[in-house]
């Protein structure tokens, strides 16, 4: 290796006396530099060869890597959909009210903890602070609670103040409702609020995730807004059976509303992650295939410029030789 | 509008309905004979890591897990 380095600077400083080279050394599949006659130059192909055997490599693992996110994303999507079924009652009860102005506000952003994934991250964080822009203003306090290690990376740099708390690991583990209840106990005991906001990505298919925003309200919050009557304000025509109060009532179902939208919200975020894991991969695999067939043209014509040229040097000197006689 | 009856037992003791139910489903998966038992108990795993934050810093992160230490 050092010696080749030697030849081509020899060869280009000076380049009527380099050193003819030993036979048995000069390889020409794995040559850095043919010395033709004089230590004239040809270009080099070890560069390009280089290039190639590391976009091919890129190329295998990315290839892999889809289909491992494919697999775990059949894996989740049954489950991801079965688990809608958990907060259709609830939204046939009570409601869905994005809009509602409360005086405090929570948003947990949920996102993944690996990367490689496409634009998910963004997109939540996107809705997140716009939701921030939405809820702040006098008297009005938005807190924020990350669930995952892209979202707390990129909320870190501009909103750290209003972090209350950050959630990560969650995904160690598959996912079970054991886990996202804790983490939802966790939240409801930590953190103080009239509405929780949900950011999170829905499944559609495996090329759409849409940021969705499910909205979960306190019970003190529930109570105020039946009065006002509305979607509400038929609690009151519902009757309560063993000797519950209302407002007890109103506190479990809040409680428990919260943490089935919480799995829900969490099984459709992992879904989506995969979804886009699949689609960054796939498209990174093309492109490094496109990349690789570049890199071979580019090769080939290498291969063909230096190996005309020497047949030029050889002719010419031949030539030169018989003109010569 | 609200009275204030007996509250139930568990939210007299600082437990949210979320805690009630888990323990409730805990104890309805310790009924199952083996092996699904062991099935069951394994869809009950928690492990993740939580960090309050105070003033735009992170404090020492809690880690709430079955399987502290992995």
Partial sequence: MAMTVFRREGSRFLPSIAARPIAAIRSPLSSDQEDGPLGVRSISTQVVRNRMKSVKNIQKITKAMKMVAASKLRAVQGRAENSRGLWHPFTALLGDNPSIDVKKSVVVTLSSDKGLCGGINSTVVKVSRALYKLNAGPEKDVKFVIVGEKAKAIMFRDSKNDISLTVTELNKNPLNYAQVSVLADDILKNVEFDALRIVYNKFHSVVAFLPTVATVLSPEIIEKESEVGGKLGELDSYEIEGGETKGEILQNLAEFQFSCVMFNAVLENACSEMGARMSAMDSSSRNAGEMLDRLTLTYNRTRQASITTELIEIISGASALEAAK | ?70
């Fill in chain 2, 1 to 70: 509008m609200a009275s204030t009856a007996a509250v139930p037992f568990w939210r007299a003791a600082g437990m949210t309905y979320i805690t009630y139910s888990n323990i409730c489903a805990n104890l309805v998966r310790n009924c199952l004979k083996e092996p699904f038992k062991a099935e069951a108990l394994n869809r009950e795993k928690v492990h993740f890591s939580l960090s309050k934050w105070a003033g735009g810093k992170p404090e020492k992160p809690i880690l709430r897990s079955d399987t502290p230490g992995v």
